[in-house]
């Protein structure tokens, strides 16, 4: 199958500083990571695409100097979360397409902020 | 706006019964299906893609898409306790150029009772 893996799982900040989130295709190369957040029973917001070795396309809305995506190879990319405040907890996901678009996710982080 | 709908829920079937989800879109030049299952507090998992007008079966899982009627739905057969969950409704809508990306439904919860 295809694997996704992110880290950390659960991460506690305090307001203002910044959290780096790492996802990485264990078993694939992802041209494409895609970068998601979702709020307490609601559905999965798209946050960003991500492409290797190019600029990230955000979604409207989504504040790119805020979320710092990077996608450095075809098998890691990296969401940091500048400055953080505390409507930023939520639960960050990405996923990796695989192949004909299909999309695998990763188990998610927690973030809370306080 | 490009959607996907979904009915909210919570559906409710007993063990043992067919559970059928169902979804709609609204962008008629989509061409990739995907349903996802949440389980609360997780990450969506891959249960299927469809990308042919028809049925297709996965185990006790079988996807159906209608483009001309736009939509899409998933029945589960035999259900049980363990397939209560949110399921999620994906459409692959093409956002401009080669891009692409997955736009979700906010996901049916679907309660199996013993």
């Known amino acids: 199958g295809a694997v996704v893996s992110q880290h950390p799982s659960r991460v506690i900040c305090k307001s203002g500083t910044s959290v780096k989130i790492e996802c990485r295709s264990l078993d694939f190369q992802a041209t494409t990571m895609f970068w998601y957040r979702q709020f307490p029973k609601q559905s999965l917001m798209l946050m960003a695409t991500s492409n290797e070795g190019s600029k990230a396309t955000y979604e409207q809305g989504v504040e790119k100097d805020k979320f710092l995506i990077n996608h450095a190879s075809l098998t890691l990319s990296t969401l940091t979360v500048t400055s953080a405040h505390p409507e930023d907890s939520s639960f960050y996901i990405c996923?990796?397409?695989?192949?004909?678009?299909?999309?695998?996710f990763g188990p998610g982080t927690r973030l809370t902020v306080t | 706006q490009k959607e996907v709908e979904q009915n909210s829920g919570p559906l409710s079937v007993p063990e043992g019964a067919i559970a059928s989800l169902n979804c709609t879109y609204s962008?008629?030049?989509?061409?990739?299906f995907f349903w996802y299952r949440q389980y609360s507090g997780k990450s969506p998992e891959l249960i299927m893609f469809i990308y042919s007008n028809g049925d297709k079966e996965d185990g006790r899982f079988t996807a159906q898409l209608n483009k001309a009627s736009q939509y899409v739905s998933l029945l589960i057969r035999d259900s049980q306790p363990s397939d209560s969950a949110t399921y999620l409704c994906a459409v692959n809508m093409n956002s401009g150029g080669s891009n692409y990306k997955l736009t979700f439904g906010k996901g049916t919860l679907l309660t199996v009772n013993p």
């Open positions: 962008d008629r030049g989509s061409q990739s």
């Open positions: 996923s990796a397409d695989r192949e004909d678009y299909e999309q695998y």
